[in-house]
């Protein structure tokens, strides 16, 4: 995929500086495990091989919103994509210092401490999905893992997510994934006890991803506008909208939560972020890192086999965190 925006066109070569992918498994797409020196935790990556799809759903498809269409074929550029949304255990280190190894990353923002112990008991160690956080928060976790091992992480555009998400599909779900399956893949509101699980518990899609459908709903890197695909249609090429137009600008999350019905963890289902999902939250101005009332949303990172260049990384982090 190419991503055309005021940031350029990202054509650049694979970082490969401490030896984790070489550029030959890069461009046969193997999976492989992100590690970090002196942290026990490690992040799968599952290679996405290049592509091109009809993005968004038929006006005939059960659920559909006026917001996932009309649909346009979008080219997608290979990538890897974490197997599991992130979890508190991956998470930790960057959200607390001294859970962090030196050398520490310069130029990196932790977040602030929580109001409220916003998991609610439903789990942190052992593997349970990260939660309740902005997309600022899951932007400045990709920015802190670039910084430490080198290599440039972001959050899948939609256009990305939907493709991983769809796995070669056509319909309203997955490949191998249809509404009378969905619990054999997804924990949702009809099996989920109103509560997220810990990741990976469930049957993967065709491309080897964990929870795409159900558990949190995950962060994507673009901002919602509901006539997102007339937009796209005039540049398909790109599957990549930036629309900032407040300091704060509101993400789209995909792929339904814990809370959601069958019809909302459809591969085209958009959720759009409001200003209700931070409505206890006390502080004057809201907190830019937590959401009070986000228990349900989460995210996973994506690795572009076309890498950015250091400059062209710090640029781009620069833009999307608004700094």
Request: a neutral charge.
């Amino acid at each position: 995929m190419t991503f055309r925006n005021t940031l350029g066109t990202l054509t650049f070569s694979i970082l490969t500086s401490l030896g984790l992918v070489s550029v030959a498994q890069a461009q046969e797409g193997k999976p492989y495990e992100q590690d970090f020196a002196g942290i026990p935790v490690k992040i799968s990556m599952v290679p996405i091989p290049a592509g091109e799809f009809l993005m968004g759903s038929p006006v005939a498809e059960a659920g559909r919103q006026a917001d996932e269409g009309p649909q346009v074929k979008v080219k997608v550029e290979p990538f890897w994509m974490s197997a599991t949304e992130i979890t508190h255990d991956q998470f930790f280190p960057f959200r607390f210092d001294e859970k962090d190894v030196k050398p520490k990353p310069d130029a990196i923002s932790r977040p602030t401490a929580q109001y409220i112990d916003l998991t609610w008991g439903m789990g942190k160690e052992g593997g349970f999905p990260a939660n309740s956080m902005q997309p600022y928060t899951a932007i400045m976790y990709c920015k802190w893992l670039w910084k430490k091992t080198g290599i440039f992480y972001r959050l899948p555009t939609e256009a990305e997510w939907e493709y991983a998400c769809r796995a070669g599909s056509k319909t309203a779900y997955p490949t191998g994934v249809q509404a009378a399956t969905l619990a054999q893949f997804a924990w949702y509101g009809s099996n989920s006890k109103d509560a997220y699980h810990k990741v990976g518990q469930k049957k993967p899609n065709a491309y080897g991803l964990y929870d795409m459908l159900g558990n949190v709903s995950e962060w994507t890197m673009d901002m919602y506008d509901a006539k997102y695909f007339e937009k796209l249609a005039a540049r398909p090429e790109s599957g990549f909208i930036i629309e900032r137009t407040a300091p704060r600008a509101y993400h789209t999350a995909r792929g339904g939560s814990f809370k959601s019905k069958a019809a909302e963890l459809r591969s085209a289902d958009r959720l759009a972020q409001v200003e209700d999902w931070n409505q206890r939250d006390p502080q004057v101005p809201r907190s830019k890192w937590w959401l009070t009332d986000g228990d349900f949303v989460g995210f996973r990172v994506v690795r572009p086999v076309k890498q950015p260049s250091p400059e062209e990384a710090e640029a781009f982090f620069k833009k999307m965190l608004g700094q």
